[in-house]
């Protein structure tokens, strides 16, 4: 196959025809034998999209009851943190995905192997890596800016020139991500715990002067009277500045809804030209240094690895205390496996800063008396988010647990443990560390808008009803529809029984949220919008007792089928 790839000056056009023809190929093979799979994902993509257009038409149409301008600062400020959100996001999650495709993939090996230039071989693993983290942004981003521009009223061209901005802002994040992966894998210290510990302690530093702010902050609303809202512009100064992309992305949408089509055009020239010239940066840095990072991870610390038990190890070992010891040293051995993989970890430590992040400049916006912030309608947008991505968390690390067991389960045959011990360990390891996670999210950001205790504790009961009951759904339909013959775990879960169970998740949110948690919130709005004049119904309460047989349902029979056919199975 070496022997037939073209000159180097043609490379670049016989990559172009490898990715059309696997996109070609895959959108057949799709339609010929996964019909079910692709309709699901389009529906499942469809309906988070329609969920989130009518949050936003909700909030802009709030926006338009308090007579707030629909084009002035308020509004810039939260185009400029929603595209400062997304953009980091995009950062870490395109960086993370391209670690993988370009250093433990093994296409990247056999090309590697072969005369293509390194520079060639990252841009196609730069567009996949692209396009996989940056499809959620334009799922979430287009139906907040059509509900915009439904409710304030804004020339055609705004929705024409939506897809533009929303592409070529996705190159930027993305390119600087890729660069940045490659100088930290080429150039990263020999002592990795030492350069850990160091960003660790940077990391940490930032987030006590976060806290110091924020604090800060609280003070300030308290002594001052009639300027939160001058206050709560000044919170987004630094996102403001001329050389913020993000900045520039307000700008040009604004533009574009006030009728000034020059003045969206140049910050849309200013998007995809940074953008263009910083991937070609990055490609350039590819060329250079791709292969020797390649050569430096591949023999980076080999045959001097000492494997043993660290204090976090101990610690989940405390947690799962209930557990006999057999199984508690099987869910030590999954949380071992978790986190020594950094694009595990890594992803999960990024939401949690930037939901409390979020919640911390809502509770500005709650401090200011604006209604559109209203704290129920905020807290229960924090509560769907964070359901949301805990069920696809829970879909892309646990669901595949069983199907990655499979070629070597006969090691665990050899172990004194049945298979019933194995599925329970999965399931207490999964529901111990969403549990722990999700219930401290919540709370916090709860705390953080002032949400009154029966909220607190309705919320603490929701999450603990959702992650325990995710759990269970991805540990038993794991074991009930296996993919033992995929060695890869994000193909795992874009299969048909990771399909199934993303869907039955989904459904299992939207039945717990809507009878637990949705009848409060909206009594708690109506009660405010009439100034605490209508008391709120006792009726409420009553999906309560309903949704927890939800969950209770939703841990005992996916549990009992996956117990059922892993025993049946023949490894």
Same mark, same amino acid.
């Given at each position: 196959m070496n022997a037939e790839l073209p000159p180097v000056a043609d490379q670049g056009a016989l990559f172009w025809r490898l990715r059309a023809r696997l996109a070609r190929n895959g959108l057949r093979v799709m339609l010929e034998n996964g019909r079910v799979r692709l309709f699901t994902m389009i529906g499942t993509s469809a309906v988070v999209s329609a969920f989130?257009?009518?949050?936003?038409?909700?909030?802009?149409?709030e926006l338009a009851v308090n007579k707030i301008p629909f084009k002035g600062a308020i509004v810039e400020a939260l185009f400029d943190l929603l595209f400062f959100t997304l953009g980091t996001m995009l950062i870490f999650s395109t960086g993370i995905i391209l670690y993988a495709s370009l250093f433990t993939s093994p296409e990247a090996r056999h090309l590697l192997c072969s005369p293509a230039r390194a520079d060639h071989i990252f841009a196609t693993k730069f567009q996949a890596a692209v396009a996989f983290s940056s499809w959620g942004f334009v799922i979430l981003g287009l139906p907040i800016f059509v509900g915009y521009g439904l409710i304030s009223g804004v020339p055609?061209?705004?929705? !024409? /020139?939506?897809? *533009?901005?929303?592409? @070529?802002?996705?190159?930027?994040?993305?390119?600087?991500?890729?660069?940045?992966? =490659?100088?930290?894998?080429?150039?990263?210290?020999?002592?990795?715990?030492?350069?850990?510990?160091?960003?660790?302690?940077?990391?940490?530093?930032? !987030? /006590?002067?976060? *806290?110091?702010?924020? @604090?800060?902050?609280f003070r300030r609303s308290l002594v001052t009277a009639?300027?939160? =809202?001058?206050?709560?512009?000044?919170?987004?100064d630094l996102l403001r500045s001329s050389v913020a992309p993000s900045h520039w992305m307000t700008r040009g949408v604004m533009a574009a809804?006030?009728?000034?089509?020059?003045?969206?055009?140049?910050p849309l020239a200013q998007v995809w030209s940074n953008g263009l010239v910083m991937f070609l940066i990055a490609a350039w840095i590819a060329r250079r240094v791709y292969r020797t990072a390649y050569d430096r991870l591949s023999a980076f610390g080999r045959g001097k690895k000492v494997y043993g038990t660290s204090a976090l190890d101990r610690l989940m070992n405390a947690l799962v205390f209930y557990l006999d010891k057999r199984t508690r040293v099987l869910v030590v051995k999954d949380f071992r496996t978790f986190r020594r993989d950094p694009t595990q970890w890594v992803v999960l430590a990024i939401f949690?800063?930037?939901?409390?992040?979020?919640?911390?400049?809502?509770?500005?916006?709650y401090s200011a008396d604006l209604a559109i912030m209203d704290k129920y309608a905020i807290s229960l947008m924090n509560l769907c988010g964070t359901s949301i991505l805990l069920c696809a968390g829970l879909s892309r690390f646990v669901f595949p647990l069983i199907?990655?067991?499979?070629?070597?389960?006969?090691?665990?045959?050899?172990?004194?443990?049945?298979?019933?011990?194995?599925?329970?360990?999965?399931?207490?390891?999964?529901?111990?560390?969403?549990?722990?996670?999700?219930?401290?999210?919540?709370?916090?950001?709860?705390?953080?808008?002032?949400?009154?205790?029966?909220?607190?504790?309705?919320h603490a009961v929701a999450v603990a009803v959702i992650a325990i009951g995710l759990s269970a759904l991805n540990v038993g339909l794991g074991a009930y529809l296996p993919t033992f013959k995929?060695?890869?775990?994000?193909?795992?879960?874009?299969?048909?029984?990771?399909?199934?169970?993303?869907?039955t998740g989904l459904g299992f949110l939207v039945a717990v949220i809507g009878l637990m948690v949705v009848p409060f919130h909206v009594a708690q709005l109506a009660k405010g919008a009439t100034g605490g004049r209508v008391m709120v119904n006792p009726w409420v309460y009553a999906g309560i007792p309903v949704a927890l047989i939800v969950g209770a349902l939703a841990v005992v029979l996916p549990l009992r089928a996956g117990a059922r056919s892993l025993r049946d199975m023949e490894f």
């Open positions: 989130t257009f009518g949050v936003s038409l909700y909030l802009f149409n055609w061209y705004f929705y !024409a /020139l939506l897809p *533009l901005f929303l592409l @070529g802002y996705v190159i930027l994040p993305g390119s600087v991500s890729a660069a940045g992966c =490659l100088l930290l894998v080429r150039y990263m210290p020999r002592n990795r715990k030492q350069f850990l510990t160091m960003v660790g302690l940077v990391l940490t530093a930032v !987030a /006590l002067f976060w *806290l110091y702010r924020i @604090g800060m902050g009639g300027r939160e =809202l001058d206050d709560l512009i000044g919170q987004f809804a006030r009728g000034d089509l020059p003045g969206a055009l140049l949690g800063l930037l939901m409390l992040i979020g919640a911390s400049n809502f509770r500005q916006y199907s990655l067991e499979g070629r070597k389960f006969w090691i665990l045959g050899l172990t004194p443990v049945s298979r019933d011990q194995i599925l329970r360990g999965k399931f207490a390891f999964a529901a111990t560390g969403s549990l722990i996670v999700a219930e401290t999210l919540i709370l916090l950001s709860d705390v953080l808008m002032g949400l009154p205790p029966e909220g607190l504790v309705l995929e060695t890869d775990p994000s193909k795992i879960v874009v299969g048909f029984g990771g399909t199934v169970n993303m869907v």
